[in-house]
T-cell receptor, first 114, second 108 residues
Framework: DAMVIQNPRYQVTQFGKPVTLSCSQT?????MYWYQQKSSQAPKLLFH???????NEADTPDNFQSRRPNTSFCFLDIRSPGLGDAAMYLC?????????????FGPGTRLTVL | DAKTTQPNSMESNEEEPVHLPCNHS???????IHWYRQLPSQGPEYVIH???SNVNNRMASLAIAEDRKSSTLILHRATLRDAAVYYC?????????FGAGTRLTVKP
């Protein structure tokens, strides 16, 4: 089945130690998104790629970076994780961007910062 | 950003219909109304979307008020697997902004 895959499902890192989360998709979608979801809160969009074009949300901290080396893969890099960055990180894809487009989400990676 | 308002939580009995309301009084003419749900420990999943007319699919129905300032997601027969947080979202210019959502509890 075509899907959005996130690895690992659980990631533990130390305060200040860089960490990378990965997302891959077999849907061949043009757009890939990264969301942050803290406990008992709604997902919050961090940024997205439309093909190779990177679109950052205005309030996304500089500590968060992303790479998309090809259509299938997208990475979320947290350069110096703080305790406040502990959250579920969700990757999503869509075929295009637009008001009627459906997003397909992966299962998420839960990040713990010690 | 267009804002939606939903009840924090709702309860339903198994195999009964559930009507989940959403208010979006600041909706603009080109905003689509989307519903997603998030089951425990999973990513959100698409449920249904519409613009002006009521919509039906295999998961649910979406009833949109004539003035488009509110909508209702209808689950025709709730099952225990429908227990989730349901998000009503207005999509403008392709960007999706989640509101707080409604946590639906289904009782056996």
């Amino acid at each position: 089945d075509a899907m959005v895959i996130q690895n690992p499902r659980y990631q533990v890192t130390q305060f200040g130690k860089p960490v990378t989360l990965s997302c891959s998709q077999t849907l061949n979608h043009n757009v890939m998104y990264w969301y942050q979801q803290k406990s008992s809160q709604a997902p919050k969009l961090l940024f997205h790629y439309y093909d190779k074009d990177f679109n950052n949300e205005a309030d996304t901290p500089d500590n968060f970076q992303s790479r998309r080396p090809n259509t299938s893969f997208c990475f979320l890099d947290i350069r110096s994780p703080g305790l406040g960055d502990a959250a579920m990180y969700l990757c999503a894809t869509s075929s295009t961007s637009g008001v009627s487009v459906t997003q397909y989400f992966g299962p998420g990676t839960r990040l713990t910062v010690l | 950003d267009a804002k939606t308002t939903q009840p924090n939580s709702m309860e339903s009995n198994e195999e009964e219909p559930v009507h989940l309301p959403c208010n979006h009084s600041t909706i603009s003419g080109t905003d689509y109304i989307h519903w997603y749900r998030q089951l425990p420990s999973q990513g959100p999943e698409y449920v249904i979307h519409g613009l002006t007319s009521n919509v039906n699919n295999r998961m649910a129905s979406l009833a949109i008020a004539e003035d488009r300032k509110s909508s209702t997601l209808i689950l025709h027969r709730a099952t225990l697997r429908d227990a989730a947080v349901y998000y009503c979202i207005l999509i403008r210019l392709g960007d999706m902004r989640f509101g707080a959502g409604t946590r639906l509890t289904v009782k056996p």
